[in-house]
């Protein structure tokens, strides 16, 4: 659906992307990760077709955006990380402008709001003016207005950003029910774990590079090469210690309130060879428990040390 070859961009010398490359399948909801100045809304603007790169090329349905915009922004709704709402408009008078701006009017324009509000959940509020909204109801609006040509593919800039708990997660719905319709969206957040409950893929930039790319389940898993395991046995504590001490995997131990934790080198082989030692040498185990490796600490592994740009 979407792919990206060697996208640089550089501002007066600063380099905010450096030759990236990424592809989106179609159907997928993929978030995008990166830090402030990470080149993350850079990336997403010369995708959307808003900002020309310095080089590289970005294809949406083999289209190149910069060859093709109209073309492509036939095919692409994009939701930037403001508002840019008319306050002065109710909120179905602001959904009839934008799809009059489609060539949308009359009947089909009444039919198409309807649906749209209901998916966004503000069937409620077509009456009441814009600015009378709640942020995470604007946010939900924006989108709508992103839906109304129908695109197959979806650009959301931060659209969680700032909202409430419960908003986040009438956002975090809305998109389930985008992915259900078949629709490819481009998602980037700073809150990391919904990121890596509702999509399907992620990718982490840092310093304009691209450093990871995949299911979030195979990115943890291709990192952990080093972990914890957090081991609790009825007796023979200092046995156990000593025993996992000769072990060449294991990096520190500690114990903590009763707790042995360990710090190993290797991923789940060596957790069964760690346990089969243990309960071979005699040792009551009552807990053996690897603490999982979240996406936030992906990300910290990732980007730990990264120059940060402007953009």
Do not use: W
């Not at 207005?145 to 997660?169: C, N, T, Y």
Request: glycine share 8%; with cysteine; charged share 25%.
């Amino acid at each position: 659906m979407v792919v990206v070859e060697n996208l640089t961009k550089k501002f007066k010398g600063t380099l905010a992307v450096d030759r990236l490359n990424m592809e989106i399948p179609e159907g997928e909801i993929y978030g995008f990760v990166g830090a402030n100045g990470a080149g993350k809304t850079t990336t997403m603007r010369i995708i959307a077709g808003l900002l020309a790169p310095t080089s590289g090329r970005v294809l949406i349905d083999g289209i190149d955006v910069s060859k093709e915009p109209l073309k492509v922004k036939e095919r692409m709704g994009y939701m930037p990380d403001f508002f840019g709402v008319y306050d002065d408009l109710k909120v179905s008078e602001y959904m009839a402008f934008y799809a009059g701006l489609q060539g949308i009017y009359g009947a089909k324009c009444i039919e198409l709001t309807h649906s749209l509000l209901e998916l966004v959940r503000l069937t409620h509020k077509k009456d009441a003016y814009v600015d009378t909204l709640s942020r995470g109801m604007k946010q939900r609006l924006c989108l709508a207005r992103s839906l109304i040509h129908d695109p197959e593919f979806l650009i959301l800039d931060e659209p969680a950003s700032g909202l409430d708990p419960r908003a986040r997660v009438e956002m975090k719905e809305i998109l389930k029910e985008l992915r259900s319709m078949g629709k490819t969206v481009l998602i980037s957040s700073h809150i990391l774990p919904e990121l890596s409950e509702l999509c399907t893929s992620i990718g982490i930039i840092d310093a304009g590079r691209l450093v990871a790319s995949g299911s979030v389940a195979n990115i943890t898993e291709k990192l952990s090469q080093s972990g914890l395991i957090k081991i609790k046995v009825a007796e023979k504590e200092e046995e156990a210690v000593k025993i996992l001490m000769e072990m060449p995997e294991i990096a520190e131990l500690s114990s903590v309130a009763g707790v042995l934790e360990v710090k190993v080198n290797g991923g789940e082989d060596v957790y069964v060879r760690i346990l089969k030692t243990l309960v071979g040498n005699e040792i009551p185990v009552v807990s053996f428990h690897p603490e999982e490796s979240s996406l936030e600490a992906v990300f910290m592994k990732l980007t730990e040390g990264g120059d940060q740009n402007e953009n």
